[in-house]
Each structure stands twice: as structure tokens, then as C-alpha cells.
């Protein structure tokens, strides 16, 4: 049995107030990030602007902001969860084709090593060529970068899941699934929180066979694509 599934593309979660952060760059747009400005700039209740023409689906960082002294990076550990926002309705599941077990939530296991492979992903990112110094602790001249990766759908269930995991059946499906990045930048000595975002990622649109491999192949491009993102963003921010 070969089964096809399409995924659309979800809009921006947040839960409560905007957790996120990094400095983002141009999006659709050619043009550079920059805060937005006047009396109708976007503002939170924090004080921190709208980022324009940003490569993530939402951005806001704080005015006035001298990024160049920030030299060192300390990453918390990632939080990786099978939350959804209160309005989500989860994927209907066709029990006679995909069997009585199949589910769309990921084990414990599964969130901890996409949780490993993020921090193995910064450091590959960041590494001894970048002009940016990791570290295992909060302190001066430090940005500390929370962030949680949630909200995760998968385009078919998890395939240890599915009836055909054990038989001659396949399923095809157009991406592997999406889902969200949340973070937040603070400052390493105050506290402070310097800028938020939010970003929905999914790899790249292909249809190809749904597997633990392919999917896995999914995620690690999209968690390249974010901390690419971020360290060209804080080079840009510091360059100004």
C-alpha cells in the first residue's frame, strides 16, 4: 500500500506572550533588517520594536542596543515538547490503514535527541572560525539564548507507529512536517531580555518515502537554517 499525505503550512504559535529571539534578517525580502519606526513601530510590553524585513516568521529587538560587545554566547538547553496551542486540532488518523497504534506525538526519546542534536548543531555552527566564543556559563559581554522547539507536526504518523513500519507498505508525503522555534536573548550580566522570536521551519517540499531517516535528515536542516540565521544576524548587529 503506498500513501500519500500533503502538509499545509501553519501559522505562527504563541503561547502567552511571545517567547523568542534573534535578530533576524531579510526574509522574502532583499532588504536589510532594521527596528521599525515612528509612532506606529510595533512595540511589546517590554519595550522591545518590530523587526522588518526578517528571515524569521516574527522578530523584536530591543531599541539602542550595542551588539558589538557581545563576544560569547551561552545557549541553555534546549526544550523540545509535543505541545500545541489551544486551538490545534490534531490529524485524523485512519485506523483501518494506519492501524490501531499509529500517533503523531513523538516519544521522550525522540524529543531528547532532537534536543542533542540542537546543541550539537551550535557547535558546529559555532565553531573556533567564528568570531563568537561559546561558553558553560552566563557573564559579561555574554548573550544567553533560551529556546524551545515545539508545536510539532508531522506530515504522517510516526512511522514505528504506522501499520506498514512492519509490512511492504509505504507512505509519501510532500515534507516530513514542521515545526516551532521560541527563544529569547537576554543579556548575560542583567538579565535583560535584548530581543524575542518566533519561526515556524520545515524542510525542503518533496515528495519522497516517510521515514525515521528522512525525517531525521528534515530536522537537522531546519535547525542549520535557524542558528545560520541568528549568527549572521548578530554579525550584521554588530557590524552596525
Known amino acids: 500500500m503506498v500513501r500519500l499525505t500533503s502538509m499545509n503550512k501553519q501559522g505562527v504559535f504563541f503561547k502567552g506572550a511571545i517567547v523568542a529571539a534573534t535578530l533576524g534578517l531579510a526574509g522574502c525580502s532583499s532588504e536589510p533588517a532594521s527596528l521599525q519606526q515612528g509612532p506606529d513601530a510595533e512595540m511589546t510590553k517590554d519595550g522591545l520594536v518590530r523587526v522588518d524585513h526578517s528571515k524569521l516568521d516574527l522578530s523584536y529587538a530591543r531599541p539602542n542596543v550595542n551588539w558589538s560587545k557581545y563576544t560569547k554566547l551561552y545557549f541553555e538547553p534546549v526544550k523540545v515538547t509535543n505541545d500545541h496551542p489551544a486551538d490545534y486540532q490534531p490529524p485524523r488518523i485512519d485506523k483501518r490503514a494506519e492501524g490501531l497504534n499509529a500517533t ?134 554588530g557590524a552596525k
Open 104 to 237: 503523531y506525538e513523538l516519544p521522550q526519546e525522540a524529543l531528547d535527541k532532537m534536543s542533542e542534536q540542537f546543541s550539537l548543531t551550535v557547535k558546529e555552527v559555532f565553531n573556533s572560525e567564528q568570531p563568537f566564543e561559546l561558553v558553560a556559563k552566563p557573564g559579561p559581554n555574554t548573550l544567553v539564548i533560551e529556546a524551545a522547539v515545539t508545536d510539532i507536526r508531522l506530515s504522517a504518523p510516526l512511522e514505528s507507529s504506522r501499520r506498514s513500519f512492519n509490512s511492504m507498505g509505504r507512505t509519501y508525503t510532500e515534507n516530513s512536517g514542521s515545526m516551532m522555534l521560541l527563544a529569547v536573548i537576554k543579556d548575560g550580566e542583567t538579565g535583560e531580555v535584548l530581543a524575542k522570536a518566533a519561526d515556524r521551519g520545515q524542510g525542503f517540499n518533496q515528495w519522497s518515502q516517510n521515514t525515521q531517516v528522512f525525517n531525521w535528515g528534515d530536522v537537522k536542516t531546519v535547525y542549520r537554517r535557524w542558528v545560520n540565521d541568528f549568527k549572521n544576524a548578530l554579525m550584521d548587529a
